[in-house]
């Protein structure tokens, strides 16, 4: 299929206005935007999947019984306090949907609600409440990069993406923002990905094909190993590109979830690069391996080990602990049938073979790991089945990050 | 039950000398031993246990091998390379044994051999047969304190204890040496440790001693969530002490599992206080738990998790992270059950109640996590077991100490 990036982020597909300004939930700085919109012209399609930790944010449990109908109009979300393990917590997500829903003009039950900061400390809902006027005022078919800002927390870097291709000779397009810095273990979603979509899909094939892409995406990127409370991934479809609708696992849904899988891996890849403190995006690409599951275990088990990590961060080749995060992975496999090797744009070594090192140029591995993109390429010798995740380094700027996040 | 803590550490049982030299392992400096012997005046009853890492050093298949009988006589281990993932592993390792056994003029399939250091480089082997002869000249009664020295790799203590207590009126010690600061998650001993007894006891019953004193005490610290390819726990018993062997869970049984029991969390501790960077140790109480095995799994998820981790070092008591790792430890709980505390030798404070956060004196709380030993105190509302877990903080000087472990 063909696929082009294209502008416009989470309002490239028609039909989705959206607009992120401050409001005060985040007090240290008003330049932060903390308050994100986006709105649909009309009603969507929707799916959304979550965190599965078992303390879960309360914006997640008013989000999933608003899209228990598979249908919704628009997104509100806040940084700067994840209104998790907070007092009235549900209640104060469903006052963010009234207010929202009283300024637009749409039912508060069509609305998904997010969050995402400090855990534990009760949202300063008023100030929400009082912004949303101004917050609607501001929606624009160019608002992307608003909303995109105001879901940030420790991130960096902005993630925006939109892609459009074609189905039955009609132009769809797929736009998204993401956040997502630490705490990112994701087993479901990043901690908040939004996504819209002019193709008409219905609501049980949207969900399949989140879920599907979520999994090749999200789900294999890990920046700390601790899985949020507050994970939550949502797609919209408008619908507004007029093809026949989806409603069926049939050619159309399959160049969608394409799209779809591409798009979330892309974001994904972006949330581990700019994990806290990262200097590197590390891709582990393990093959050769029994079943996908095994190969995911291995590579999952690889760019989360703290030793990987920090060896990384030292551009220092210690393939060791790439085999000793294999070996405790809980995947079984034969420990003499690996060969490891490291790549990125200044080359690739291989560092061992059939489990065994090999005497190699350290000078030349040591530039290798100095490139921001960094391969760790695994082949074992179990069966065909492969599978990349992405993670990065572990570095000082890290645990300074998260020595004191709360101040 | 009576114990005193006593002096002498894996030499405090009769019939124990022990010796630690610098051979030559560690290249980089000669004022560090690298290998240490410890040889049982008579035949002892032995057991062991071993990493579950599928990776596995080459030492573990040995001494497994020379196990099978439950006997053995000395132990030899050397610290600088961990020979695993290495060529020529299991011929090198058993090169240390006959090196012993022929200076000794023992059975080379009585000894106990380990390493521990770099995976994937070739042991120097020829380096530990020539010192050898040195090694056993130097054995001594007083030696536990020269073969603990020579077992350290990045350890910044050493860690040696020693028991006595009674056993139908004979006097019974167990002693020990430990070694471990990273790659620790154990399951299944810490990176090395040694004990020896003078308590008559068969192999059956000192091997399933052995197993349940590593449950609740080595396996349930962690230092950085890697487990090693490397980790071994042996126990030799000399019988010398004058006890009726114990051949069944008898009252002499429940004695000495109890001794041995305390002597393993104190060194499991020891092993997390002087975790790689560790500027804290973390216990981590789990109460009100449905089964031991849900304390422990909560327990291990908190002192494991980086975030939480990173705000001990920052001293900040940021109980939210707490509530995620137990939501994402795979273990079922109701999250408005939950109370949080701190507590350290500066006071205790009450952050989290019924999964809600209360307002706490902030300056306080940081006072108390000022301290060098803190504990995370947890009541969960599910029934009455409980367990505590041990770990440490996550430091710049972890970051700095394996960015670039190798040279």
Same mark, same amino acid.
């Given at each position: ?16 206005? $959206?607009?992120?300004?401050? &409001? ?14 986006? +709105? ?5 399609? $929707? ?55 009283? #300024? ?17 400390? %009760?949202?300063?809902?008023? &100030?929400?409440? @009082? ?21 940030? !927390?420790?991130?960096? !870097?902005?993630?925006?993406? $939109? ?7 009609? !132009? ?10 630490? %705490? ?17 899909? @219905? ?10 892409? !979520? ?5 294999? +990127? ?31 849904? #399959? ?52 030793? +990987?990590?920090?060896? %990384?961060?030292?551009?220092? $080749?210690?393939?060791?602990? +790439? ?10 496999? *034969?420990? @003499? ?25 350290? #000078? ?39 020595? *004191?996040?709360?101040?």
């Amino acid at each position: 299929m063909n696929l082009k990036y294209i502008k416009g982020g989470v309002c490239a597909a028609s039909g989705f206005r $959206a607009s992120g300004i401050h &409001v005060g939930v985040k007090t240290n700085n008003v330049d932060k935007k903390d308050l994100a919109l986006i +709105v649909a012209d009309c009603a969507c399609a $929707a799916a959304a999947v979550y965190t599965k930790n078992v303390v879960k944010a309360a914006p997640l449990y008013v989000t999933k019984e608003n899209l228990k109908n598979g249908r919704a109009r628009a997104i509100i979300a806040n940084s700067g306090n994840a209104n998790a393990c907070a007092p009235k917590g549900e209640e104060n997500a469903r006052k963010m949907c009234i207010a929202v829903s009283q #300024e637009l003009g749409i039912c508060a039950d069509d609305i998904v609600v997010a969050s995402t900061g400090v855990i534990g400390q %009760m949202l300063p809902v008023e &100030v929400i409440e @009082n912004g949303t006027k101004q917050l609607v005022s501001k929606l624009s078919y160019d608002g992307s990069d608003d909303a995109a800002l105001a879901i940030m !927390t420790t991130d960096l !870097t902005k993630k925006e993406l $939109a892609v459009e291709f074609e189905i039955e000779g009609k !132009t769809v397009r797929i736009g998204a923002i993401a956040k997502g810095s630490g %705490m990112i273990h994701p087993n479901m979603g990043t901690m908040l990905g939004f996504l819209t979509t002019d193709c008409a899909i @219905n609501p049980e094939m949207i969900q399949k094909a989140l879920v599907a892409a !979520t999994n090749m995406s999200f789900n294999r +990127v890990s920046v700390d190993g601790d899985s949020s409370t507050n994970d939550t991934l949502a797609l919209l479809a408008s619908g507004l590109s007029g093809n026949a609708e989806i409603t069926q696992q049939n050619k159309a849904y #399959e160049i969608f979830s394409e799209a779809l899988n591409t798009i979330c891996i892309e974001l994904a890849k972006m949330v581990a690069a700019d994990g806290e403190g990262a200097t590197h995006l590390i891709t582990c690409v393990v093959s050769g391996a029994g079943s996908e599951a095994d190969a995911e275990g291995l590579s999952k088990s690889v760019i989360s080990s703290s030793l +990987v990590k920090a060896a %990384m961060f030292g551009a220092d $080749a210690n393939w060791g602990r +790439v085999l000793c995060a294999m070996g405790y992975s809980g995947v079984e496999f *034969d420990p @003499n049938g690996v060969d490891v090797a490291f790549s990125s744009s200044a080359g690739r070594i291989v560092v061992c073979e059939n489990g065994r090192g090999l005497l190699f140029d350290e #000078e030349l591995a040591k530039k290798i790991l100095t490139e921001h993109e960094i391969t760790i390429d695994i082949k074992i010798n179990e069966g065909n089945a492969s599978c990349t995740c992405w993670g990065c380094d572990l570095t000082y700027d890290y645990v300074r990050i998260n020595g *004191d996040y709360r101040s």
